[in-house]
């Protein structure tokens, strides 16, 4: 009782913390609600990564060439694994000490509403919503990796389930929140769709289309949820129809990226890349298998940094670096998803996919020809579309 009238009283007063816990429950029931009893229809869309700094860019991912009707609305949910060990570097291009972790879990909700103008250009609009906490994987994927025998990435060091988000220069804080949930962008689309390719077996917007984007973002850029200034996209989609219910997208673009004040003194990529491809194969009946890839260029530039490790020579150096995440900021990024879909009459379409995070090299130095990004460690997403 006492809790409940100090709780009516901070609200009152304008306790905006207190306000925006209650708005990301609210927001989060709703939309599990929504994602409940809404009619199944995944969209055209590969995976969203959710990199802790990709996150704060709302970086594109592949789309198909065009849309399946005059309007729509698509919804993204997903829950991600993010574990980030803390690493501290040196730039040598300003005499800078900076640091970096992340360990947390982001589930994430992306709604996007369309309608097309004409047969060949259509305008969208997307929300992009994370909450973070400590979640309840950490014990489980370390498990997992024991059974396995596979690398720990140093998780029996550190508590499970803890949510700690930071970034810092020489010491100062740049992130005024270890652990911020809300809104965090919204991306205003414009498609272009001047070559069709259909086929009347499968209900599919191929061919060749175009995008351009633009993020805009929303709230505090200290909170660690946006960048706080404008990101703009451009990309081109191919679509190829491969018989009975399957088809092939793919996707390559660039964007420029705006300024982040979090990351003003690492030395940033102001130019990021991206290809995407998906391929959907189909099996029987309505159901599907869905083999994707994402690959995303270096947000950091490697060149003026020097890890800042005093067991440098410690035979685990290599599993630190690998758990730091330090190869997801300087290396190019890949994530490979694999899933199922439904195919419902009328058009009608569900996919669940599970995302890993594992290129095709040696960066990690352990002669396995594969190499770890590290964020997130994975992320199982549900999408959905609603045409009318």
Same mark, same amino acid.
């Given at each position: ?28 029931? !709703? ?18 990564? $959710? ?9 594109? !991912? ?12 698509? @919804? ?8 980030? /060990?803390?690493?501290? $570097? ?8 900076? %640091? *970096? ?6 589930? %994430? ?15 969208? @609009? ?19 990796? $024991?059974?396995?025998?596979?690398? =720990?990435? =140093? =998780? #029996? ?6 949510? =700690?988000? &930071? ?26 769709? +001047?070559?069709?390719?259909?086929? %009347? ?50 996707? /390559? ?8 004040? /979090? ?32 690959? &995303? ?12 490790? +005093?067991?440098?020579?410690? +035979? ?13 900021? $300087?290396?190019?990024? !890949? #994530? ?26 040696? *960066?990690?130095? !352990?002669?396995?020809?594969? *190499?770890?990004?590290?964020? +997130?460690?994975?992320?199982? %997403?549900? &999408? ?5």
């Amino acid at each position: 009782m006492n809790a409940l009238l100090l709780n009516s009283i901070r609200l009152i007063r304008g306790d905006t913390h207190l306000w925006r816990t209650l708005l990301d429950r609210f927001l989060m029931t !709703v939309l599990g609600v929504f994602l409940t009893v809404s009619p199944a229809h995944a969209l055209w869309s590969s995976p969203r990564p $959710v990199h802790p700094i990709g996150w704060m860019h709302q970086l594109p !991912v592949g789309e198909a060439p065009g849309w399946l009707s005059p309007h729509w609305t698509d @919804v993204d949910f997903s829950w991600s694994n993010i574990w980030n /060990t803390p690493l501290t $570097v040196y730039n040598s291009q300003n005499g800078r000490e900076l %640091t *970096y972790s992340a360990d947390f879990e982001q589930r %994430t909700t992306i709604i996007e509403k369309g309608f097309a103008l004409n047969d060949w250009l259509a305008l969208a @609009v997307e929300l992009a919503y994370a909450h973070r906490d400590g979640g309840v994987f950490d014990r489980l994927i370390d498990d997992f990796h $024991v059974t396995i025998d596979s690398d =720990r990435f =140093r =998780r #029996y060091e550190f508590p499970n389930n803890l949510s =700690r988000f &930071q970034i810092t220069t020489d010491g100062t804080d740049k992130l005024i929140s270890n652990s911020a949930s809300g809104l965090s962008s919204y991306k205003f689309k414009l498609k272009f769709w +001047p070559a069709r390719w259909t086929d %009347t077996n499968w209900n599919c917007p191929c061919g060749i289309g175009f995008s351009l984007q633009a993020k805009f973002p929303i709230g505090d850029p200290r909170r660690g949820l946006t960048s706080g200034d404008i990101d703009v996209s451009g990309l081109a989609h191919i679509g190829v129809p491969l018989g009975w219910d399957s088809a092939f997208l793919l996707t /390559t673009g660039l964007t420029a990226l705006g300024r982040n004040p /979090t990351l003003d003194d690492w030395p940033r990529k102001r130019v990021q890349f991206m290809i995407d491809g998906l391929a959907d194969l189909n099996l029987w009946g309505g159901f599907g298998l869905i083999l994707q890839a994402t690959s &995303q260029s270096p947000l950091i530039d490697l060149t003026p940094l020097e890890i800042r490790d +005093p067991d440098r020579s410690d +035979p685990l150096y290599k599993e630190k670096r690998l758990s730091s995440g330090w190869n997801s900021l $300087v290396l190019w990024r !890949v #994530y490979e998803s694999i899933g199922f879909r439904y195919n419902f009459d009328g058009g009608a379409r569900w996919t669940l996919t599970f995302t890993e995070d594992i290129g095709i090299n040696d *960066y990690d130095e !352990v002669d396995d020809y594969v *190499y770890v990004n590290g964020a +997130p460690d994975f992320l199982l %997403t549900t &999408q959905l579309q609603i045409p009318f």
